[in-house]
């Protein structure tokens, strides 16, 4: 369980950070409560979170050599697929295109939110959260990684990732913004695809 649980909160932790996920978090931020903010997007993620492990679970249902291969060939996939970006990425600079496209995200939300309660806000941040982190890389990762792992490890690890991840934005986001090198982070987030794609090839298939 707890290799379950680091490999979650790793994981989401280092995808995530830096992500259209993190600058919509950080962007609405800026403009609304914190705390509502942090604990919309946090419940999105939550949610999210669940819905994937319990797809893991049910995947975990299939064949064991079918899940060996399939986890293998995501987590190597995502890998050099990361790597492969990050050669693209100049250096030392946040990915302006992922920043534009949150905070066009954001200001078509709000020109439809004809109320800003509280209420208002909370739903603007749980549905934008929730959908953008629909069919993620990180969303397929953690179905992968629930299919041959402890489920409750995966889960508390990859919520408290998100919570990690959403606490940066919250609080930080506007100042890391100009700071986060996305090439460091997309090949370091590669080498840890790789590592959990070497690490199901050492484990072997689930008996």
Same mark, same amino acid.
């Given at each position: 369980?707890?290799?379950?649980?680091?490999?979650?909160?790793?994981?989401?932790?280092?995808?995530?950070?830096?992500?259209?996920?993190?600058?919509?978090?950080?962007?609405?931020?800026?403009?609304?409560?914190?705390?509502?903010?942090?604990?919309?997007?946090?419940?999105?993620?939550?949610?999210?979170?669940?819905?994937?492990?319990?797809?893991?679970?049910?995947?975990?249902?299939?064949?064991?050599?079918?899940?060996?291969?399939?986890?293998?060939?995501?987590?190597?996939?995502?890998?050099?697929?990361?790597?492969?970006?990050?050669?693209?990425?100049? $250096?030392? !600079?946040?990915?302006?295109?992922?920043?534009?496209?949150?905070?066009?995200? %954001?200001?078509?939300? #709000? +020109?439809? *939110? &004809?109320?800003?309660?509280?209420?208002?806000?909370?739903?603007?941040?749980?549905?934008?959260?929730?959908?953008?982190?629909?069919?993620?890389?990180?969303?397929?990762?953690?179905?992968?990684?629930?299919?041959?792992?402890?489920?409750?490890?995966?889960?508390?690890?990859?919520?408290?990732?998100?919570?990690?991840?959403?606490?940066?934005?919250?609080?930080?986001?506007?100042?890391?913004?100009?700071?986060?090198?996305?090439? $460091?982070? !997309?090949?370091?987030?590669?080498?840890?695809?790789?590592?959990?794609?070497? %690490?199901?090839?050492? #484990? +072997?298939? *689930? &008996?």
């Amino acid at each position: 369980m707890l290799s379950a649980f680091i490999a979650g909160f790793l994981l989401i932790a280092v995808s995530e950070l830096g992500d259209k996920t993190f600058f919509i978090a950080a962007i609405l931020a800026m403009r609304h409560s914190r705390r509502l903010i942090f604990a919309a997007v946090v419940a999105a993620l939550a949610a999210m979170t669940v819905l994937s492990v319990l797809v893991g679970q049910v995947a975990s249902l299939l064949p064991p050599n079918y899940i060996y291969y399939a986890e293998i060939v995501l987590f190597i996939g995502f890998g050099f697929k990361l790597l492969y970006d990050a050669s693209k990425m100049p $250096a030392n !600079t946040c990915d302006a295109e992922v920043v534009q496209e949150a905070a066009d995200i %954001v200001d078509k939300a #709000e +020109g439809h *939110l &004809s109320q800003q309660t509280n209420w208002a806000i909370c739903v603007e941040a749980f549905v934008l959260t929730f959908l953008a982190e629909w069919g993620d890389r990180t969303q397929i990762a953690t179905i992968a990684l629930a299919a041959g792992n402890n489920p409750f490890g995966v889960t508390t690890g990859a919520i408290l990732g998100h919570a990690l991840c959403a606490a940066i934005a919250v609080i930080g986001g506007r100042i890391l913004a100009g700071r986060i090198s996305e090439q $460091a982070l !997309t090949i370091f987030g590669g080498c840890l695809f790789l590592l959990f794609g070497l %690490v199901a090839c050492w #484990e +072997g298939p *689930l &008996s």
